[in-house]
């Protein structure tokens, strides 16, 4: 196990049998954190879409729909909250990290020199702020859902093949930016408390080739470059046979601008399906019922 995730499992252990210790300090700091949160969220801004080591390593197709003031799919109410609490895990945890014995530093704004690099943009700079150091190395904070922890945060590969939201080159951008070492994301499991810390195992040559990437798309969003999809929509099977029906994959399914894409798009419950809670997926194309009913049977 990561040395500093046991360090905090210690201290979480050592809290729960009161044995535990927090600095005035640290507490102030998680609540000035916290309030920061409640203002980025509850109070509004004007929000303009800029290219940011946050959002780059989405998919060009997207950063193109939100550049061009896409509709976004409605979010449910419940959205605010779930955000709010992630804002609230990444207090809690800061409080923690910065109570255990580790070799934790805040996070700091970052910029990068596009000028610099020689990317021809025509924008200057690309600009973020870092969660946090340890051990000088840059980390990230991820709040997640249950599914999140299981198959993208506790090993490499399954951050790889799920890393819908781009984390990866966040953090490889983060690290050039701040001229540091990638470190890992300290992943909390929203539901159970649960805290795992995953190492960012991409060599030098990965983390050069996701910042060469990101000025590929920083150059294509400055170019207005024609829109075109990065993914295509997917064969719905229903036990490991090809239904007829079409459903967007993964990447698309998490796209905020999905219904924009794709012209007819229904968002139902599988309709092969006779279980009491079928799967809800994102179809593109349905087949006439009846042939799927034949090939249910
Ligand atoms: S729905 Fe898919 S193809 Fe369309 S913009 Fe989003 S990610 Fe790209």
Not at 38 to 67: H, I, V
Not at 78 to 102: H, N, Q, R, Y
Not at 185 to 206: H, M
């Amino acid at each position: 196990m990561n040395e500093n995730l046991a360090k905090v499992i210690a201290y979480l252990e050592s809290a729960n049998r009161g044995e535990s210790s927090m600095s005035e300090e640290v507490i102030e700091k998680a609540g000035e954190d916290f309030k920061q949160a409640l203002r980025k969220q509850f109070q509004s801004q004007d929000y303009e879409f800029k290219a940011r080591p946050s959002n780059l390593g989405r998919p060009l197709c997207q950063l193109q729909m939100e550049a061009a003031g896409a509709r976004k799919a409605d979010k449910n109410y419940s959205f605010k909250m779930i955000v709010t609490f992630g804002d609230a895990v990444e207090a809690i945890l800061k409080a923690v990290l910065s109570s255990c014995d580790i070799n934790y530093e805040e996070g700091s704004k970052v910029s990068i020199s596009l000028a610099k690099q020689g990317a021809d943009v025509g924008i200057e700079d690309l600009s973020g702020e870092t969660d946090l150091y340890t051990d000088d190395r840059v980390d990230d904070i991820k709040s997640c859902s249950p599914w999140a922890y299981r198959n993208k945060f506790l090993n490499f590969k399954g951050m790889k093949s799920h890393d819908t939201f781009g984390y990866l080159t966040q953090l490889h951008l983060y690290a050039f930016g701040s001229k540091k070492e990638v470190g890992g994301w300290w992943a909390v499991n929203k539901s159970s408390g649960e805290v795992a810390y995953l190492e960012d195992e991409s060599s030098d040559e990965e983390v050069q080739q996701s910042v060469d990437d990101a000025f590929v798309k920083v150059k294509a969003l400055e170019d207005n470059k024609p829109f075109e999809r990065c993914f295509e929509d997917e064969p719905e099977t229903f036990r490991k046979k090809e239904t007829g029906n079409r459903i967007l994959g993964e990447a698309c399914s998490w796209c905020d601008f999905k219904f924009s894409c794709w012209e007819g798009l229904e968002y139902k419950p599988q309709p092969i399906s006779s279980a009491r809670e079928p799967r809800w997926l994102y179809y593109t194309h349905t087949e006439d019922k009846s042939n799927v009913e034949e090939k249910k049977s």
